[in-house]
């Protein structure tokens, strides 16, 4: 029974336009084990897991479980196959309590057709106290905190029979008590004969809780260990590829970086992140890297004026200053480029040249209104000058490409001339060759005088085009590295693990 | 260089101008006397009460929110007017401090519904829910609900009066209103925030816009506006009436929206809202002329509001292929 595979998933493929995302990927994984499954950020896991559920639909390959083909691609059909899947932004409904979570769909009803409260929920009880989780069946679930969420996932997949439950980065949001719970109910579960696939960046946590791993990289299956076969530094090795691609870094365009501090942070502190220390240089790019919720977004956040900073300073040109909101931000000549573009860089129902002119407009006032002469001129100019591919700066945002639209943004801050700015994922879901033409923006920004603080998922773009890196990890700065001796390994290795080595 | 017109607002201003002529072609062949100057200015002076006030719901609806208590402001702002007036028998320094007052009151109304809405962050909807029930409960309180009479020739003026014969001052105000609030919007630096604000409000206040002052400043102007025609109504009926106003928040509402505002937010023009207010006017006017009972206006405004409304998802979808 236990040599038996109950999943296995053979040759698959799955191409969106422009990347690979999964070539010729084997995974299987056997009956009551805890299967985890590691990877970098882009390495396809997720996809793989979809693949699975029928979230996606693979364009090549077979996934056979408990014994048949699985060829239906409905999500319904997988789940009552027995294929759960908890994602990591969990999908529970808050306003409803645990036991309607827990039986959504399925309710149990009385003879009349009605749903039947009572048994819904003793069975939910039933379930908990099968698992030995202290949960109220009839709490409502935004009274839980998110361990408890956790558990009412994993509940709501076994109330439909769950043979094998996927866990995507269960443990990011957990406190240390609340993960050793989670360890325990897995346990549970693994004793009941469930199978779990367990994703997670938290290398340590594999060895807690896991049996086997199987590695992906880069779309490409790696390699499937026994956990006990396995250390920390051979699964960096085969998450980050043991010849580390080399970057083009050309030399010769290392610029000039000023020995002028225009930005300070000195022991800052606020609800996310502790004691962070950098320095931004005039003309200097710095880059911030870490696992997503490692705290780098919350550290642009205190720059900004959207995180009050709870300790420490932040100083601009040597003098200590207090942010406490975007405008006293702007007034100290500082500009953010957010997370999500479309939802909180852009008033996408407005056209290009309203969204250019979203900080600045106050400067084309004259005479006491608008003039939209000098708005048409200086937003066609930009739209030259950054090669916004748009056939008019008339034209509703919503319909550009987002390579284009991350440009209104940057010409939105390089109009109101900040000396400041703070990119939050500048390239997240944009094109490779809008990147391009993003990073020589950048470039071009700092030989303007400009200095830029990046946060990004991706290293290798940092290693291109920062000075120095800090890397974060679950709130804290563990490492930081200038560009003279960057190093690809140490990176990843700090970001993954927590430590330097 | 003329700064030119997305396709999209040139098609549903001209859909709005569409029906407006589709609408004069059958008011004129059901009754002779429709198209005259004298009705087309009595339309103008019927308009214009609730023009004002869907002029201030226009900007709310802009800016993505609703203003509820448009008519019961109204009745207040107009019971104090007339109570003022009253007591200062009908003098021209009682029509001015009435008249302040009046505007004063509805605007300290409108901070309230916008500061709960901004800084306590109620729904849009409910605030100005409590706020129509709280305004209406006010002017009913003032006199008992009564309504105040003998408020004297030279306060009627403002509201009743007439220049050159038969042109209403009330429509004369409804008019420089709409063109002052059209360059607002179109030339201030406030008027452009109520679009971003209400297209994407987390952008705009990332971009550094003060968000929250804009959203009461917004809510104030339009609770002012409902006030002075509060005042015009109560000048033009020489009455301060309690009940003034019932149910004017949903015509302004369908004025707002027949003029191409969207109700989620960034979207509309007072112009548009103007054209609107004429549109729904010249449907009871219509009713009136041929004599049928006001029944079938009420259903044939329902019908006329899901026909704009459909024309311009209809041309929109068509742009969009």
Redesign the interface.
Known sequence: MQNENILEMRKIDKVFPGVKALEQVDFSVKRGEVHCLIGANGAGKSTLMKVLSSAYTEDGGEVFFDGKILKSHSTDERRKEGIAVIYQELSLFHELTVGENVYMNYYPKTRLKCVDWKKLFQDTQALADSLNIKINASSQVSELNIGQRQLTEIMKALACNAKLIVMDEPSSTLSQSEFEILVRVIKDLKEKGITIIYISHHLEELFTVGDRITVLRDGKFVTCKNIDDITEDQLVEYMTGINISQIQRDESEIHEVSEDKVLELSHMYNHKVSDINLSLHKAEVVGLYGLVGAGRTEVLQSIFGLAPVTAGEIRIHEKKVTIKNPQDAIRHKIGLTPENRKTQGLVLILPVWENMTLVSLAKFKAGGRINYRKINAECDGYKEKLKIKTPSIQTVTRNLSGGNQQKVILSKWLMQDCDILLLDEPTQGIDVVAKEEIYNLIREMTAMGKSIIVVSSELTELLRICDNIHVMYDGKQIMSSNKANFNQEQILHASVIGRTV | ?K????V?QIIKKYNLIFLLVVFIIISTILSPSFLTLNNFLNLLQQASIPGIVALGMTLVIILGGIDLSVGSVLAFSGMIVSMVVFRFQGSAVGILAGCLTGLVVSAIMGLVTGGLISYFKLPDFIASLAMMEIARGAALLTTSGNPVFNLGDAFHVIGGGFVFGKLAISAIFWVILTVILA?VL????FG??L??IG??R?????????TKRNYVVTYVLCAMLSGFAGILTASWMSTGQPTAGTGYELDAIAASVIGGASLSG??GSVTGTFGGVFLLQILTNIFNLVGLPSYYQRIAKGGIIILALLLNKFVSKSKVK
């Open positions: 260089m700064t030119k017109m997305n999209n360059l179109k030339y201030s630096i452009r925030t679009f971003a297209g994407n987390e952008a705009a206040r990332l971009s550094g816009i003060k960034g979207v």
